[in-house]
């Protein structure tokens, strides 16, 4: 049966793309007299994916991105004042509190009675850290894992080094690429909440899903009464 429940933490226990939501469009307002906003947002998507190489995950790689875009949009005549403008864009969401999901907190405390919970995020270690800080919620998880990138082999060094089996770890998170796909081929179970604001690069395509067998719930508070039912 389930002993260890692994949650993501963005866009799962709380809200984070909503961030590069807005940063995205008040970037695009930056930049309007070079470009209509469809190009410029085209743009930035395709160069933070390709920068994910080089900077991994996280807000820091995203500013980069967002001034190597400004550049090349404007072909060089972006002004001073607008770089200062991108730079104040990142640092403000380097700042913004942390919004926990409805229901994260109530959900967390019920499933700590029976299970160990372990909290899984990728990204910048420094952004994630500060945020498991604020969230005030993590004194529910028996372990911690800031991770690159979120792969079978991730998963499945994570659990070897636990001791903990596969077979009796469920992970829980709104990205099918991240929480869902990787966790089932190694032989765990998964449950994906899908958030309104999930990241593109997020998204899994019909091929790579496949046949996976994995729960879809809308929201953490069905979550107690699901892990119950698998028991
Ligand atoms: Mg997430």
């Avoid at 899908?194 to 790579?208: D, G, K, L, V």
Wanted: no cysteine; charged share 25%.
């Amino acid at each position: 049966m389930i002993n260890t429940i692994g949650f993501d933490a963005d866009d799962t226990l709380w809200h984070n793309e909503h961030l590069y939501h807005n940063a995205k469009k008040i970037f695009s307002e930056i930049l309007s007299k070079f470009r209509d906003a469809d190009t410029i947002l085209t743009n930035l998507n395709k160069t933070e994916v390709e920068n994910i190489a080089y900077y991994g995950y996280g807000i820091k790689g995203f500013a980069l991105s967002m001034i190597e875009v400004a550049l090349d949009i404007s072909r060089g005549q972006v002004t001073s004042e607008q770089i200062n403008e991108i730079i104040a864009i990142s640092r403000n969401m380097l700042k913004a509190p942390v919004e926990l999901v409805p229901g994260a907190e109530a959900t967390l405390k019920e499933l700590a009675d029976t299970y160990d919970l372990m909290l899984i995020t990728k990204g910048d270690s420094f952004e994630q850290e500060r945020k498991i800080e604020l969230s005030g919620i993590a004194h529910f998880f028996r372990y911690r894992e800031v991770v690159g990138e979120k792969s079978e082999k991730t998963y499945g060094k994570i659990l070897s080094q636990y001791n903990l089996e596969p077979a009796r770890f469920v992970m829980v998170g709104n990205s099918l690429r991240s929480d869902v796909l990787p966790v089932l081929k190694i032989g765990g179970q998964a449950v994906h909440i899908p958030n309104e604001f999930t990241w593109f690069n997020e998204n899994a395509s019909r091929e790579e899903i496949g046949d996976a067998k994995f729960a879809q719930l809308e929201n953490l508070s069905q979550l107690p009464d699901y892990i119950a039912g698998l028991e």
